[in-house]
């Protein structure tokens, strides 16, 4: 059974940091892709950041510079640390896994994190 656990939220004031956590089980975690993506209140699913199972990263717009994701594979865990947190980045954030190539592409989502940057 395939479980992504997320962890690590809460409410935090403008300005401040979260590390959010994502520890999987049940899958070859090293040969995944993960990543971390929000859905704000009547907004849809944004990608926030991806790591790949060779460590390349990529990230929003929004959010580079103030973020970093990283894995470790001992672990089964991806991290996403959030600093000079914005009231724009609340929203409920979710870990995925992602694995493509050969065999069938898999995909599957943790249960979210709620994130709040409030004053």
């Known amino acids: 059974q395939v479980q992504l656990v997320e962890s690590g939220g809460g409410l935090v004031q403008p300005g401040g940091s979260l590390r959010l956590s994502c520890a999987a089980s049940?899958?070859?975690?090293?040969?995944?892709?993960m990543g971390w993506y929000r859905q704000a209140p009547g907004k849809q699913r944004e990608l926030v950041a991806t790591?790949?199972?060779?460590?390349?990263?990529n990230y929003a717009d929004s959010v580079k510079g103030r973020c970093t994701i990283s894995r470790d594979n001992a672990k089964n865990t991806v991290y996403l640390q959030m600093n000079s947190l914005k009231p724009e980045d609340t929203a409920v954030y979710y870990c995925?896994?992602?694995?493509?190539?050969?065999?069938?592409?898999?995909?599957?989502w943790g249960q979210g994190t709620q994130v709040t940057v409030s004053s």
């Open positions: 790591i790949t199972s060779g460590g390349s990263t």
């Open positions: 049940g899958i070859s975690f090293r040969l995944y892709t």
């Open positions: 995925n896994a992602d694995r493509r190539g050969s065999g069938p592409h898999v995909n599957y």
